[in-house]
């Protein structure tokens, strides 16, 4: 009996699989809306949501829902475009603008998926109108030049189609750089590029009449916003109402590039307050003798210095006036339009991204790659996200955007490194292969390494990027991830664990090496025992409890003691969880997962189960003895004392955990007699 209860919670958790075509992509969406909205005189917004999970991609895990916003800007001798969303959206998007009036159309970011877009806006435009001017930048050229010719992998017919008409070009393509403005008449749009190498395209754009800066993915939330709430003015909890989707995006898309996402952020200078670096902020010699001590909750404290600076007494200081350049708005390519806190998401943007500059000069893992259709990026981007959970910096490289000598230098101050690659025509791109060679002659062998890929029918690069490793003295952080076609759900959280994994390898050998150096320097002296605060701390006791979760078709679970009931009515409970656990990314705001309260002298066999190592992907459960709930798909233990059904209302960023707020939906007494297991410590240093 026991045997055939883990054969059916196998089957219903999924474990991984290599995917087919045909679980590739998430089912059609029945929710799409297209809002067109006024946002000051001349400018509007055309909003396309989707209120379901637009895509698998780690950036979306938030589950909120998406939009893809274009703008509208209307001078008095020109109409421009900006921006175009994703192909799914291509035809009610171009049934919903007036197609004939545009005479440019400015591109802050263009990707594959979005030429089917511009394809239909030049369809829907008279046969006899002018050629259609597109500005981006020279990255973005190279998207529709490639697009254009005929028979090739990135060829688009739709586009190529569109682009040529019986009367000649429908379009014209034109390159913009730093400087360039285009004059709309009474009004101009001055442009800045903005590179990153996830995003080489991108270009920001400022309207000089309305003031509003135009910002790409720059300052994006993956969140539906509602009709006729195209702002976060228009938010009912203000600036906290979308914070935590802010903060999710930057930290899957922004923080494993740092550097170049905070010179990005220095070219809007002139735009937004606070967003700039600080003079002389990295490797000043002129720092203060004593960092100012971090918060360990910073949102609470900037809570309550806020409440307390109303009572403050002393001088007021004078602000200086804003610039003539500085930003009504900030209008990004997913999101609400940031019009009340945009200086205050200007400067939150800075402060992670100073942070995660200063983990990275500490030490760092660099993630290479290079990319055909857009899978091994995501699967980068999921690796990524696990190495940022785990406290430690990513140092992300293109491979198709860099040199050798990028490459060479990126591995010389990283700690461990993971290298990606497509499969085409049975080999490893060029750049990859490239790059391949540098690592092999300049890498050092002691660091931890993994290789990842993404193939339509065989996969060898994968293998070949192995097997070249192997062979050079290399050890492996985590089995190799491959991923035919599109990324699921359940192999980009193989793709984040297994970031996670490489991440805590390189820790470990870092504390191995912190510890042989303190017992190189010790000189005769008794070790060091703890901390009379670590032994007081380590006094408070915790009761023992799995938590288990369910995130479309992938499953995880944890052992944890940081446990306390939060409220009577409506009854509510917290759980710390460390941010390098893999269950962290499943308690995301909005989502479900059981708290089952473990049996004093029966909880021995689920401690074993969970406390056990797991590969990126493995079954959490093992042979436990678990059922799943009809409610929302988590686990139950069945030797359990009870189990909750839970909700997550809110997280609060504690120091190195996560505080998860839960409202408890449902629960169960799974035994009528028995006492709570209790986890009884000597130290506040560790669990």
């Known amino acids: 009996a026991r045997a055939a209860r883990a054969a059916r919670v196998r089957a219903a958790v999924s474990e991984p699989t290599t995917p087919d075509a045909s679980v590739s992509a998430p089912a059609p969406r029945t929710t799409d809306q297209v809002f067109v909205d006024a946002l000051a005189p001349g400018v509007s917004s055309v909003r396309c949501v989707c209120r379901e999970r637009l895509k698998f991609e780690v950036e979306y895990g938030m589950q909120r829902g998406s939009t893809d916003n274009s703008y509208v800007v209307v001078g008095e001798r020109a109409?421009?475009?900006?921006?175009?969303?994703?192909?799914?959206?291509?035809?009610?998007?171009?049934?919903?603008?007036?197609?004939?009036?545009?005479?440019?159309?400015?591109?802050?970011?263009?990707?594959?998926?979005?030429?089917?877009?511009?394809?239909?806006?030049?369809?829907?435009?008279?046969?006899?109108?002018?050629?259609?001017?597109?500005?981006?930048?020279?990255?973005?050229?190279?998207?529709?030049?490639q697009a254009l010719k005929p028979g090739t992998p990135a060829s688009n017919e739709a586009l190529t189609g569109a682009w040529k008409g019986e009367k000649g070009l429908r379009a014209r393509l034109r390159t913009v750089r730093t400087g360039d403005s285009l004059d709309l008449g009474g009004r101009g749009l001055d442009f800045v590029t903005a590179p990153t190498p996830r995003w080489p395209d991108a270009v920001v754009t400022y309207d000089t009449a309305s003031k509003f800066l135009f910002t790409s993915k720059?300052?994006?939330?993956?969140?539906?916003?509602?009709?006729?709430?195209?702002?976060?003015?228009?938010?009912?909890?203000?600036?906290?109402?979308?914070?935590a989707d802010w903060r999710y995006f930057f930290d899957c898309m922004l923080a494993p590039m740092a550097r170049p996402a905070s010179a990005a952020l220095d070219k809007l200078a002139p735009y937004l307050s606070g967003v700039s670096s600080s003079p002389g902020a990295a490797g000043s010699a002129e720092k203060e003798t004593k960092p100012a001590t971090k918060s360990v909750a910073p949102k609470l404290t900037k809570w309550l210095m806020g409440a307390a600076s109303k009572y403050a007494g002393g001088s007021v200081a004078t602000l200086a006036a804003p610039p003539a350049t500085a930003a009504?708005?900030?209008?990004?390519?997913?999101?609400?339009?940031?019009?009340?806190?945009?200086?205050?998401?200007?400067?939150?943007?800075?402060?992670?991204?100073?942070?995660?500059?200063?983990?990275?000069?500490?030490?760092?893992?660099?993630?290479?790659y290079a990319s055909a259709y857009g899978n091994t990026s995501a699967m980068a981007q999921a690796i990524a996200r696990g190495i940022t959970k785990a406290g430690v910096?990513?140092?992300?490289?293109?491979?198709?955007?860099?040199?050798?000598?990028?490459?060479?230098?990126?591995?010389?101050?990283?700690?461990?490194?993971?290298?990606?690659?497509?499969?085409?025509?049975?080999?490893?791109?060029?750049?990859?292969?490239?790059?391949?060679?540098?690592?092999?002659?300049?890498?050092?062998?002691?660091?931890?390494?993994?290789?990842?890929?993404?193939?339509?029918?065989?996969?060898?690069?994968?293998?070949?990027?192995?097997?070249?490793?192997?062979?050079?003295?290399?050890?492996?952080?985590?089995?190799?991830?491959?991923?035919?076609?599109?990324?699921?759900?359940?192999?980009?959280?193989?793709?984040?664990?297994?970031?996670?994994?490489?991440?805590?390898?390189?820790?470990?050998?870092?504390?191995?090496?912190?510890?042989?150096?303190?017992?190189?320097?010790?000189?005769?002296?008794?070790?060091?025992?703890?901390?009379?605060?670590?032994?007081?701390?380590g006094r408070i006791v915790g009761s023992l409890c799995a938590v288990t979760a369910k995130k479309g078709d992938a499953q995880s679970a944890m052992l944890a003691s940081w446990v306390?009931?939060?409220?009577?009515?409506?009854?509510?409970?917290t759980v710390a969880v460390a941010k390098e656990r893999a269950v962290e990314s499943f308690l995301l705001k909005g989502a479900t997962f059981n708290l089952n309260v473990l049996q004093q002298g029966n909880e021995k066999d689920t401690i074993k189960a969970l406390l056990k190592p797991f590969a990126p992907g493995e079954n959490r459960f093992g042979d436990m003895a678990v059922d799943i709930s009809e409610t929302n798909g988590c686990a139950i233990v069945t030797q359990a004392l009870s189990y909750m059904e839970c909700e997550v209302e809110e997280r609060m960023e504690c120091g190195d955990h996560w505080v998860v707020l839960a409202k408890v939906r449902d629960g169960k007494l799974l035994q009528d007699e028995g006492l709570t297991a209790i986890h009884h410590r000597k130290t506040g240093t560790s669990y």
């Open 79 to 145: 109409t421009a475009l900006l921006d175009l969303p994703d192909k799914s959206f291509a035809q009610a998007f171009a049934d919903t603008i007036d197609c004939a009036s545009l005479d440019f159309i400015v591109l802050g970011h263009l990707s594959p998926k979005r030429l089917d877009s511009l394809a239909a806006v030049l369809e829907a435009r008279p046969a006899d109108a002018p050629a259609l001017e597109v500005w981006c930048s020279n990255p973005a050229a190279q998207v529709i030049y």
């Open 218 to 243: 720059l300052f994006s939330a993956h969140v539906a916003t509602d009709a006729a709430r195209p702002t976060d003015a228009d938010a009912s909890d203000g600036f906290e109402e979308y914070l």
């Open 328 to 368: 009504a708005a900030v209008a990004p390519l997913h999101g609400p339009v940031v019009r009340a806190a945009r200086n205050e998401l200007a400067r939150e943007y800075r402060e992670w991204v100073d942070t995660q500059i200063a983990k990275a000069d500490d030490f760092s893992i660099a993630v290479i």
């Open 393 to 537: 910096a990513v140092e992300m490289l293109n491979c198709e955007l860099s040199t050798v000598e990028d490459v060479a230098t990126l591995i010389a101050k990283t700690d461990g490194f993971c290298l990606g690659a497509p499969t085409l025509g049975g080999h490893m791109p060029t750049p990859v292969s490239n790059a391949l060679g540098v690592i092999v002659k300049e890498a050092s062998r002691e660091y931890p390494a993994g290789v990842f890929g993404s193939f339509g029918w065989s996969g060898e690069a994968v293998d070949l990027m192995e097997s070249r490793l192997k062979d050079g003295g290399f050890s492996f952080a985590f089995d190799a991830v491959r991923c035919k076609f599109k990324p699921t759900e359940a192999t980009l959280q193989v793709c984040e664990e297994s970031g996670t994994d490489l991440a805590q390898a390189v820790k470990k050998l870092r504390r191995k090496k912190q510890t042989a150096e303190t017992k190189a320097l010790a000189s005769g002296g008794a070790a060091a025992g703890q901390s009379d605060t670590a032994a007081a701390v």
């Open 564 to 573: 306390s009931q939060a409220s009577f009515n409506p009854p509510a409970l």
